[in-house]
């Protein structure tokens, strides 16, 4: 029986929290794999879903929808945390979840959050009951389990990538906690239209920092005297502990702009001074790294191949050291790269090869590449002649084909 107690504790939960959605249609964003017809949603839908991992940036969705498997499933449902549970607590929940299979015939659903802090040995301590089918498995990561979980446990599993969320669908859901009984109806909030994008585009497609940006809002701000919380974007801003981006949408895209063109150009000086304005005028550093990194790709490529090296070490430092110090990590890398000599082919080669594997897809592989076959005794093993022999790779249809011309080095 609920309590004034439970209701109380609902009160104090965090505004996130509140708002978490408890079943399906409540749930915003990943269409991807939640639209009509896709894979996840029927699996849902039909109550089977396997052991699965979830992984993807934070505030995206993933322990949310996990929750919803569990409860619309007539399952068990045990949460833990990867980074304090060990192996003998996991041994313990299989032993109930096998006992509760056996008399009851009813399945468990492990929630394992951060799954990718799992050691060898702990994660190997599942496989029994995942092969037994009485344990399923639901972690959640915000790292690639391709390379940060064991193989063992990832290839037992299906993998589904969440995505950040639109800004549309913050929009909504914030709008949705502004009214909710369940969120900040009580407050008699008014936020204006600019403060609703700016935590829309300020969280970075987080939920979860946008939701407790807003209830920051509505708990510090003072009523006016008709007793309404007017929350404007500056103190949006200050809630999201941001800098407001003090440009209009317009100007932003052309200092963007200009910086990437300067970078192309081999201009540090305009490089500098447009990255300096932007951050000047709010723009996470860490936005401009990423674009060095693209620029290192598509405008240096392989005439340096160190560039990617400084504008990955420089994102690396701007994570770790913050600002000022990151500022010189990123200003090396920006000098950087102007001044490396320029070369797009990977990017040319990168799209003619996306072209020509949509439009040769089904072309046939000569026998001798293929896995053990008669042919392959065919093939020429290059380090039987020194490194380098001439065969022919690509399928009839593309012979001829250079993505790379006049880069291969023969004997």
Same mark, same amino acid.
């Given at each position: ?55 993807? $940036? ?12 569990? +409860? ?52 190997? %301590? ?24 064991? @193989?063992?446990?990832? %290839? ?7 995505? @950040?969320?639109?800004?549309? &669908?913050?929009?909504?859901?914030? =709008?949705?906690?502004?009214?909710? %009984? ?10 204006? &239209? ?13 939920? @979860? ?20 919380? !007017? ?9 999201? /502990? ?8 317009? #100007?932003?895209?052309?200092? #963007? ?6 970078? @192309?150009? %081999? ?11 932007? !951050? ?43 600002? $000022? ?40 592989? $000569? ?10 005794? +065919? ?10 022999? +001439?065969? /022919? ?11 790379? $011309?006049?880069? =291969?080095?023969?004997?």
């Amino acid at each position: 029986m609920e309590t004034l107690f439970d209701n109380l504790h609902q009160t104090q939960k965090p505004l996130a929290e509140r708002m978490r959605p408890c079943i399906l249609s409540q749930f915003a964003g990943q269409q991807h794999l939640l639209a009509e017809g896709k894979l996840l949603r029927r699996l849902i839908q039909a109550g089977r879903v396997p052991s699965v991992i979830f992984f993807g $940036p934070p505030g995206t969705g993933k322990t949310t929808l996990a929750q919803i498997i569990a +409860d619309s499933s007539n399952a068990k449902f045990v949460k833990l945390n990867a980074v304090s549970t060990g192996v003998a607590e996991v041994k313990a929940v299989m032993q109930q979840a096998k006992t509760d299979f056996e008399l009851h015939g009813k399945k468990t659903y492990l929630l394992l959050d951060e799954c990718h802090r799992w050691s060898k040995a702990q994660s190997d %301590s599942l496989l029994g009951a995942l092969e037994a089918g009485y344990l399923l498995l639901i972690g959640c990561t915000t790292e690639n389990p391709s390379y940060s979980m064991t @193989r063992a446990i990832v %290839s037992r599993c299906t993998v589904f990538e969440f995505k @950040r969320l639109s800004e549309d &669908d913050i929009m909504s859901l914030l =709008k949705k906690a502004i009214t909710s %009984s369940q969120g900040l109806a009580d407050f008699n909030l008014n936020i204006d &239209d600019d403060a609703l994008k700016y935590f829309a585009a300020a969280c970075a497609g987080d939920v @979860r920092s946008a939701l407790n940006g807003l209830e920051l809002c509505a708990i510090t701000t003072k009523p006016n005297i008709d007793g309404v919380i !007017m929350v404007d974007k500056k103190i949006a801003a200050e809630c999201l /502990q941001q800098k407001a981006l003090n440009l209009d949408e317009t #100007l932003y895209y052309h200092i #963007l702009s200009a910086f990437c063109k300067s970078l @192309r150009g %081999s201009d540090a000086t305009a490089a500098l001074y447009y990255a300096n304005r932007l !951050m000047a005028a709010g723009m996470q550093p860490q936005i401009i790294a990423r674009r060095v990194i693209a620029h290192a790709c598509e405008d240096v490529g392989l005439a340096d191949p160190q560039a990617m090296v400084q504008a990955c070490s420089a994102l690396y430092a701007l994570d770790n050291m913050g600002m $000022p110090e990151g500022n010189l990590a990123l200003t090396q890398a920006i000098v950087y790269v102007c001044q490396a000599p320029k070369d797009n082919r990977v990017v040319t080669a990168m799209s003619q090869a996306q072209d020509d594997a949509a439009n040769h897809a089904d072309d046939r592989i $000569p026998e001798y590449l293929k896995n053990h076959t008669e042919a392959h005794k +065919d093939y020429k093993y290059p380090h039987d002649f020194g490194g380098y022999v +001439d065969q /022919q790779y690509l399928p009839d249809s593309l012979l001829g084909r250079d993505y790379f $011309p006049d880069k =291969k080095t023969k004997n």
